[in-house]
């Protein structure tokens, strides 16, 4: 049941330097939620109206994650990136805010999260999930679904998106609805909610290939981006040769190898039964970033 807007407690925010904290911390904000964004950087947080800057703190940071939840009611947990450490990373946040008194931890997690999942960053999100299960603290696990732009931000000074998948499908999702989810569950903030417990997978409103996806791509921006699949030889070859880190190949191959596995293909209602709104098509996303800014693409 939402509480009416004046009345809730502070939420703690972060990964508010990165494309969806940033959005989940300026969309609080309109709705007047009180505040802490949390991170490594408060000189390159937003100054939002309600909002406190809290940090430095880094997840592994036991002592300054404390002091920085210290005061929040909900953390809102946006997952760091694939260190060889990131469960470490996340416990020690969560117990942190355990430590302090944080009742809630909504923590954004992957689509196709589990041990075995094809594409890499999606097995320690597992991790996380699994521990946030056994620690007893109320929490909701928000699955972010494969974000629209990464196909853009994935091409080449060209325009051409090259990669080893075929005919499979991925329902990409916009920022804007992933973000709109997670804060309409934030919002929700009673002594129980409907999604204590969840594993709430968020997807856009149709499965995709790679082809499709990006041939409307070039529609929505009027640039030219194609898609063309190359074999994993290819893949291999031409990543390295751009300089690109063994890990990071393994990454990104596996990222198309879980699209050709049907791993990230299916469709969920998440976005209109949270929002109202029906998810918005990859042609209708509000933003694009520019070719080859992916992390690890170079
Ligand atoms: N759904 C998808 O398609 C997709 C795509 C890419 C990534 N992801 C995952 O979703 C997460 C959020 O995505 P995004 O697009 O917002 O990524 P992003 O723009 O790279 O932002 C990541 C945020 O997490 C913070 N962070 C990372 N490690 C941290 C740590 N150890 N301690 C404290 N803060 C830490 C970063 O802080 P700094 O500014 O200090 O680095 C940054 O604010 C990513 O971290 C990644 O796990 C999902």
Known sequence: MPM?????????????????????????????????????????????PGAQRRGPAAYDDAPAMRKALEGASTLILVSGYRTGRRLEEHATAIEAATAVGVERVLYVSLVGASP???????????????????????????????????????????????????????????????????TAVALDDGPRSEHDGAVLEITGPEALTLDEAVTRIAAATGRPYRFQTETLEEAFARRWRRGVTGEQIETWISWFQAIDRGEVSTVTDVV???????????????????PTTARGVR
């Open 4 to 48: 009416s807007e004046e009345n809730h407690a502070a939420v703690a925010v972060t990964g508010v330097t990165g494309a969806l904290g940033s959005r989940i911390a300026a969309r609080l904000a309109l709705h007047g939620v009180p505040q802490l964004l949390v991170g490594r950087s408060p000189d390159r947080m937003s100054d939002l």
């Open 116 to 182: 075995v999942a094809t594409y890499l960053n999606a097995r320690d999100q597992w991790t996380t999930e699994q521990f946030l299960a056994g620690s007893g603290i109320r929490h909701t696990v928000l699955r972010a679904g494969w974000y629209s732009s990464t196909p853009a931000a994935l091409a080449d000074e060209d325009f051409v998106v090259r990669g080893p998948a075929h005919t499979g499908r991925a329902a990409f999702v916009t920022h804007e609805d992933i973000t709109r989810v997670i």
């Open 272 to 290: 209109p039964r949270l929002t109202g709104s029906p998810a918005t098509p990859i042609s209708d996303a509000a933003w694009w970033p520019e």
